[in-house]
């Protein structure tokens, strides 16, 4: 996961599948060979840390830089949340991946009345939206 996340910056279910064999064959080949490079070290810093959560990385290049990021929440957790247009993103992203097709029509319908949550008196018009040909 860390060279997938180097290699394409974000980690979505496309960098594991979805994508056509020449496309998954040229990004596993780029992915695995930056693995290959990948060194996982305690940090000083962490040692008494026994959770997932904070991370430090450092990036070494072959110029000689090192690049460091720190993270102390995981994004989209507790301490960090998602904001809602990430929410509505993310959802728009995954309902092209949905078992029964949705249209573009009925995504944005569904985004509308979940913007406006607090208004909608059938929590089923929703649902209706999101099923999808089957």
């Known amino acids: 996961m860390t060279a997938t996340a180097v290699f394409a910056k974000n980690i979505v279910n496309t960098?594991?599948?979805g994508l056509p064999p020449e496309a998954i064959e040229a990004t596993k080949k780029q992915v695995l060979e930056m693995a290959k490079k990948i060194?996982?070290?305690?940090h000083p810093e962490l040692a008494h840390v026994s959770a997932a959560e904070p991370a430090i990385v450092d990036i070494k290049t072959k110029d000689g830089k090192t690049y460091t990021k720190r993270?102390?929440?995981v994004?989209?957790?507790l301490e960090d949340p998602?904001?809602?247009e990430d929410v509505i993103?993310?959802?728009r992203y995954?309902?092209?991946?949905s078992a029964n097709p949705i249209s573009h029509e009925?995504?944005?319908?569904?985004v509308q009345m979940i913007h406006r949550l607090e208004d909608v008196t059938d929590m089923g018009e929703i649902a209706d939206l999101l099923r999808g040909a089957a």
Request: charged share 20%; aromatic share 14%; glycine share 8%.
């Open 15 to 17: 960098d594991y599948t």
């Open 39 to 42: 060194i996982p070290k305690l």
């Open 94 to 97: 995954c309902c092209n991946y």
């Open 82 to 84: 998602m904001t809602f």
């Open 106 to 110: 009925n995504i944005e319908k569904a």
């Open 75 to 77: 994004p989209g957790g």
């Open 71 to 73: 993270v102390d929440a």
């Open 89 to 91: 993103s993310k959802f």
